[in-house]
């Protein structure tokens, strides 16, 4: 009996010989529930090592039939099972339910999963959306932490993840060509995903005043389009691993239309516009999607491997630019961002209360400061001329602020005429 990869070949051959093969769409099932994990939800926007934080799974159910049956929940971390855990709840459609765990996270990213039903003993009419993935990034808090750096690094994280995973080497092989075509679709899609997440998390850390500050909610709207390229790309992965292609036009199509948006938006001066190109780009690689459906379709005139080789040499092209634009952006982000160090000139790594601050940027001929409290309470301004400004961890009556987390907006004018604006944390130690 042949396993699964001797299938596949044989059915790719057969498709090189032009036979005409055609694969029905997934059946779906009507009048029954559909159970999804709508999202997942951390007590803490920052985990922090060693301290525990509550994971909150909301539980939906999609379909037309209401569920009644008991079913199981599972969280895992890194492929690790954490706990599994019953759901009792009568979901009817469009209810939803929540399933609560406590996890102590160890420092570094990590990858979390939740899967309803895990023993699939409620049917469905979709069995294939039970699971949701997102990545979780715990770091201690460091004594002075740009967000909007932060942000900046994010944004090209995610472009350069995506890119490296895009690069593909070509090879003569279409079975193998195409296992390296869906490794990279995955891999894009968890690029995108974790850094969508990365984004939003940093505007809910900031306090009212700051997370309605111009970049953050471009920020969001960068957020927003990462998951939809990472919903697409995933959608693109599964289309090909199924050897069933419209998914994989389709989310070309998606992806074409979110970098056009992309390419349009700029934080504090910093451009993604030269995603435009990749945009017009991603139009021909779905020209070539859609000749790749014609010859799987079984059109006689249409070179099946040529094509697969012709539309994995588009999508490196496509990736190495997003690496490129990514590198631009972080780089960018690096040299505008604002300099920390004590009175001794040492770059700041913890701050003790009434420790004197200087923040340096190079290009400014002003800068104003400003110290919020988590809740959004101004509490203390400074300001200069030139590039430099000292503060003294006091507040606005120059009394040293007690230990804890509070928040800085720092204004600068630069020799261009421009106005930025930096946003970040301060945490002051015992």
Known sequence: MMNAREITRVVLVILGMGWVISWPATP????LPDLVVERLVLSSPEPEPGIPVELTAIIAN?????VSERFLVAFEADGVRLATQPLLARLRPTAQAEVRLLWTPAEGEHLL??????FDEIA???????????????????GVRSLTL???SSIAHGLQQAGQTLHMEPSSDLFQLLGVFQSALDKASQAFSLNSTRISTLRQILPAPLAAETQMQIGEQIAQLYQSMATAFRKAFEGVRALYLPPLLSAFEVIQRDLTELSALAIEGISLAALSETAQWMSQGLAKAQQLQAAVNGASNIDLNAVAQDLLALVTQIGQRFFEVGAEVRTLGQQRAARF??????PIVRIQPAQEL???LPAAQKLQWEILTADGQLIATAAAEGPELIWKSVDAQGTPLPPGRYFY???SLINSGDVRVELGQIILDQ
């Open 28 to 31: 779906q099932t009507e009048g």
């Open 62 to 66: 999609r379909g037309q039939e209401q």
């Open 113 to 118: 999963r939740v899967r309803v039903d895990i």
């Open 124 to 142: 469905e009419s979709n069995e294939s959306n039970n699971t949701l993935e997102t990545y979780v990034e715990v770091r201690k808090l460091e």
């Open 150 to 152: 932060a942000l900046l």
């Open 341 to 346: 160090t004590d009175g001794g000139g040492q």
């Open 358 to 360: 200087k923040i340096s």
């Open 409 to 411: 907006r720092l204004r």
